[in-house]
């Protein structure tokens, strides 16, 4: 089946502009994460959905960034006004099920890198 | 503190020779799993082995088992047989509050540079 898919793959935008960045997830994850890496860094945390409960917003850098979940499939990550340092590969990944245990594997997607020029 | 350490500069490894990775990691939480990460120069992020903090057995998958030593808080990678298609950045990752139900984020170190030289 279909892995995670995110778009657009890259973007190119000027300091100031608003973006978005959409991520599709594997259909029927229950889960889905953001994340964002910048050059030669590890992953950053960024905001966690889970089913119909609150998101996980603790690794939003600023109120600048939002995300939402629409009918808990397709996540759609907004930074407004962006800044040359939000520039980074900000990948989405997506886990299944609800139960048992901590192989809950993440999924990851093949990431939006961001340039703020 | 950080939470997941990686620290060893890059590394470089010969064909068909064994490497470790070390990672060492900081948690209260009883309950959390440890995860390793390759990615290759295209970017993608892969999956490549799990240990929970409860499992017995050091997790194993294929050339890849985790050499965890829960007292010592690390879970260092073994790659064995190293192929030229192993060079890539390599992450370890946790997940703390594991229960079940539940799902949660995973915190990454800064990641590792594996060169396998022919």
């Known amino acids: 089946g279909a892995g995670v898919s995110q778009s657009p793959s890259n973007k190119v935008t000027e300091k100031g502009k608003d973006v978005e960045l959409r991520c599709d997830p594997i259909?029927?994850?229950?889960?889905l994460y953001w994340y964002r890496q910048s050059l030669g860094q590890g992953l950053e945390f960024l905001i966690y959905?889970?089913?119909?409960?609150?998101?996980?917003k603790s690794g939003l850098p600023s109120d600048r960034f939002s995300a939402e979940r629409t009918g808990g499939s397709v996540s759609t990550l907004t930074i407004q006004r962006t800044q040359q340092e939000d520039s980074a590969v900000y990948l989405c990944?997506?886990?299944?099920?609800?139960?048992?245990?901590?192989?809950?594997?993440?999924?990851f997607g093949p990431g939006t890198r961001l340039t703020v020029l | 503190a950080q939470k997941i350490t990686q620290t060893q500069p890059g590394m470089f490894v010969q064909e068909k020779e064994a490497v470790t990775l070390d990672c060492t990691y900081d948690?209260?939480?009883?309950?959390?799993?440890l995860f390793w990460y390759k990615q290759p120069s295209s970017g993608e992020m892969i999956f490549l082995i799990y240990q929970g903090s409860y499992d017995q057995q050091n997790a194993t998958e294929g050339r890849y088992s985790l050499n965890f030593q829960k007292a010592r808080k690390s879970a260092n990678l073994v790659i064995s047989a190293s192929q030229l298609g192993d060079s890539a950045m390599y992450f370890c990752?946790?997940?703390?509050?594991?229960?079940?139900?539940?799902?949660?984020?995973?915190?990454f170190g800064k990641g590792i540079t594996l060169s396998v030289r022919p």
């Open positions: 990944a997506s886990s299944g099920g609800t139960g048992g245990g901590g192989y809950n594997e993440q999924f």
């Open positions: 259909s029927g994850h229950t889960a």
């Open positions: 990752a946790m997940r703390e509050r594991i229960k079940a139900g539940a799902n949660s984020k995973l915190t």
């Open positions: 959905f889970q089913g119909n409960s609150a998101p996980d």
């Open positions: 948690t209260s939480d009883p309950s959390y799993g």
